[in-house]
């Protein structure tokens, strides 16, 4: 039970990192009528994962919920192993 927790506030975290760039490129104007609908389509689905993620477990799926979690999670953590590798390692990119 802690652990869909646990998946569901990094979440969280990821969706908030998304709206934040969406509405930063509102308001520089990279994001516009051209890639509109990408943007849409992430939102969306960040969107069900989130919110389907409550449902499932409302609806006693646990396993099922923390799997749909984990479509999220699992690239965010590995983006944040990334960063953190490369600022302890400190690689030469030449």
Known sequence: MHFFWILWGFDALISLVILYFFFVGLADGTV???N???WLLLL???AVIMLGS???RAHHY???AKIVLGILAIPGLMY???MLMILLF???WN
């Open 32 to 34: 516009s009528s051209f």
């Open 90 to 92: 400190k690689p030469r």
């Open 54 to 56: 409550l449902w499932l």
């Open 80 to 82: 944040v192993l990334y």
């Open 44 to 46: 969306g689905a960040v």
């Open 62 to 64: 646990l396993l099922v």
């Open 36 to 38: 509109i609908r990408i």
